[in-house]
C-alpha cells in the first residue's frame, strides 16, 4: 500500500494595503514588539494627516511590515520601515523597499533618502544590499538607552 500524497500547501496571500485608520492597533502592537524606542500612535496619525505615504504588507491577516515615507521634491525619504520581528529574515524587507521605490517612482523621485541607527547593523546592511550608500552621519539623532543619544547614519540610492 502507498502512501497518499500530501494535499498542496499554499502561503497565505501577500498584499500591500494603504494603512487605515482601523489598522492602527495592529500596526502599533508590532512598532512596539520592533523597536526600543518606537514610534507613537500620535506620530503615525500626523503621518497619515500630513498625507505621507503609509503601506501595510500583510500575509493573509498578519501584518509582516510597513513603510512610512514623506514626498519631497525629486526625492523621496523613508521614515520608518519595519518588519515584524517574527518574520525578519525572510526577504519582506526588500519587498518593502520595491514597493517603496515604486511609489517613490510615481511621484517622480529621482532619490531615496533616509537615516539610520549606527548600532542597527542588520538594518544597514539590508539597504547597503538594496543599492543605499553612506552620505551623511547626523549626530545624537536618535534617543537611546539612560537619557544617551545615538547617531544616524544618512544613505541615499538613486532610483
Known amino acids: 500500500m502507498s502512501a497518499q500524497p500530501l494535499p498542496p500547501t499554499c502561503a497565505p496571500e501577500v498584499c ?4 487605515g485608520i482601523n489598522d492602527l492597533d495592529t500596526l502599533m502592537a508590532v512598532e512596539q514588539r520592533a523597536y ?12 497619515l494627516a500630513s498625507g505621507y505615504q503609509i503601506q501595510l504588507l ?7 511590515g510597513y513603510f512610512v ?15 515584524a520581528p517574527e518574520f525578519q529574515g525572510q526577504g519582506w524587507a526588500r519587498i518593502l523597499l520595491d514597493a517603496l521605490a515604486l511609489w517613490a517612482r510615481s511621484q517622480n523621485a529621482q532619490w531615496l533618502w533616509l537615516e539610520v541607527r549606527v548600532s542597527n547593523l542588520r538594518a544597514r546592511h539590508v539597504y547597503e544590499q538594496y ?25 541615499s540610492v538613486l532610483l
Not at 500591500?16 to 494603512?19: A, H, K, M, R
Not at 524606542?37 to 500626523?46: A, K, L
Not at 515615507?69 to 518588519?83: F, I, Y
Not at 553612506?134 to 547617531?151: I, L, M, N
Open 58 to 64: 500583510k500575509g493573509g491577516t498578519q501584518l509582516l
Open 16 to 19: 500591500l494595503l494603504p494603512l
Open 131 to 155: 543599492g543605499f550608500r553612506r552620505v551623511g552621519e547626523r549626530k545624537r539623532y536618535y534617543p537611546g538607552a539612560d537619557g544617551s543619544r545615538e547617531d544616524a547614519i544618512v544613505m
Open 69 to 83: 515615507a514623506m514626498p519631497g521634491v525629486d526625492e523621496a525619504h523613508l521614515l520608518n520601515l519595519t518588519v
Open 36 to 47: 526600543s524606542h518606537p514610534w507613537t500612535r500620535g506620530n503615525f496619525t500626523d503621518a
